[in-house]
């Protein structure tokens, strides 16, 4: 599975932001499309993961203010950022998941979410 991200950007704190995740090639194979995030000297982290059958998971950190989604139409899964933080700079990137572990997916690009004070 090919993934291809947009929508990053630059936002001051408070502001909204909507990636999107073009997923093409074997749809029916992907468990999981997740989006996950690598700040500057941290770890990559679970942002939010959705389920072949629609069920959403969450970071604490991020529940009530970003919400996951997916289209099954276009092949494209979203997640809409709002109330952003300064501290949700980082790289987005987004994942299919096979059912082996995120680890061993497909990732695509990354796309730079920048949040100003």
């Known amino acids: 599975v090919r993934l291809v991200e947009s929508g990053g950007g630059l936002v001051q704190a408070g502001g909204s932001l909507r990636l999107s995740c073009a997923a093409s090639?074997?749809?029916?194979?992907?468990?999981?499309m997740g989006w996950f995030r690598q700040a500057p000297g941290k770890q990559r982290e679970l942002v939010a993961r959705?389920?072949?059958?629609?069920?959403?998971t969450s970071a604490d950190s991020v529940k009530g203010r970003f919400t996951i989604s997916r289209d099954n139409a276009k092949n494209t899964v979203y997640l809409q950022m709002n109330r952003l933080k300064v501290e949700d700079t980082a790289v987005y990137y987004c994942?299919?998941?096979?059912?082996?572990?995120?680890?061993?997916?497909?990732w695509g690009q990354g796309t730079q979410v920048t949040v100003s004070s």
């Open positions: 994942n299919a998941d096979y059912g082996f572990g995120a680890n061993f997916g497909s």
């Open positions: 959705i389920s072949s059958r629609g069920s959403t």
């Open positions: 090639g074997s749809i029916p194979t992907v468990n999981y």
